[in-house]
Each structure stands twice: as C-alpha cells, then as structure tokens.
C-alpha cells in the first residue's frame, strides 16, 4: 500500500484546505494516509474551527478587488475576508474544513498532534477532537520515512 506523510504547519482557514483535501482524496485511492499537526497547524484539531484567512503576508491571494495593503490591514477586514472566502467556498460547492476533516477521520486517515508543540503552547487535549493520537516528531518520521510521498505544508 502507498503512504502518505503530510506535515500540517499552518493554521489558517485558506491554509487548512490543503492537508484535508490532499490526505482524503490520498485515502480515497488506497493510500495509508497520515498528518502530524505542529505549531500553528494544531488549530486545524481544534473542536470548534473558528479559522481566520489574510491577504496581509500572503501577496499569492487574488483580491476580488484591487485594495492597497494599508486597506487590508484595518479593522473588520480579516472577517470581511474571512466571511467572503467561506462564501466563495460554499457557492463552488467546496465542503467547508469541518466536513473535510469528518471525510478524512471516516477514510481512516491518522491525525498526530505534535505533543512538544501541545505542551510548548500548554494546550489542553480536550480542546481537540476525538480521535487525535499525541506523539513526537520522532514517531512521525517512522511513518514519514516509509512513506512515498511527503509534504510540508
């Protein structure tokens, strides 16, 4: 069986798309599918996901309209982005992160929360949910150095 080894770093709502998307649809060809979550990334196992998206620091993010970086930076422009991205989403048909998460825990795909990370940030483990095993880098590599393909996202 091929594997799949994704390295979850960031935890923003544009930036959660990309484990979810990749580990479910790595899983949905046959593939053993596992993501370890470190630093920022662990949002992405928070119970409720209340994840955020910026253009601020992210030059890549097309703008539906042209708005000078100073614009982007004032208050309620995060959520005004945050609210039109989740409606683009939706109005393509793109399942939101909840429902890509669900699809990927039913697929079978392991979820590994980076526990240094967990304890660095005093994280409570019931803020996660079901289903997070709580492991070392050290343990990822096992899987990660077996693996066909790895990425860094």
């Known amino acids: 069986m091929?594997?799949?080894?994704?390295?979850?770093?960031?935890?923003?709502?544009?930036?959660?798309?990309?484990?979810?998307?990749?580990?479910?649809?790595?899983?949905?060809?046959?593939?053993?599918?596992?993501?370890?979550?470190?630093?920022?990334?662990?949002q992405l196992?928070?119970?409720?996901?209340?994840?955020?998206?910026t253009s601020l620091g992210n030059p890549g993010m097309p703008m539906p309209m042209p708005m000078p970086v100073l614009l982007q930076a004032l208050p309620g422009m995060q959520g005004m982005m945050t609210a039109m991205?989740?409606?683009?989403?939706?109005?393509?048909?793109?399942?939101?992160?909840?429902?890509?998460?669900?699809?990927?825990?039913?697929?079978?795909?392991?979820?590994?929360?980076?526990?240094?990370?967990?304890?660095?940030?005093?994280m409570d483990h019931t803020q996660f949910i079901d289903g997070v095993e709580y492991a070392g880098a050290a343990m990822f590599f096992e899987f990660a150095g077996e693996s066909d393909i790895c990425l860094f996202i």
């Open 85 to 122: 991205m989740k409606k683009k989403m939706a109005d393509k048909g793109v399942a939101d992160l909840g429902e890509l998460r669900d699809l990927c825990q039913e697929a079978d795909v392991k979820f590994v929360a980076c526990q240094m990370t967990v304890d660095l940030f005093e």
């Open 2 to 42: 091929k594997k799949l080894a994704i390295i979850a770093t960031k935890g923003s709502l544009d930036w959660g798309y990309p484990p979810f998307i990749l580990a479910s649809t790595a899983a949905a060809l046959g593939y053993e599918v596992q993501i370890f979550f470190t630093f920022y990334g662990l």
């Open 45 to 53: 196992l928070n119970k409720k996901l209340d994840l955020q998206v």
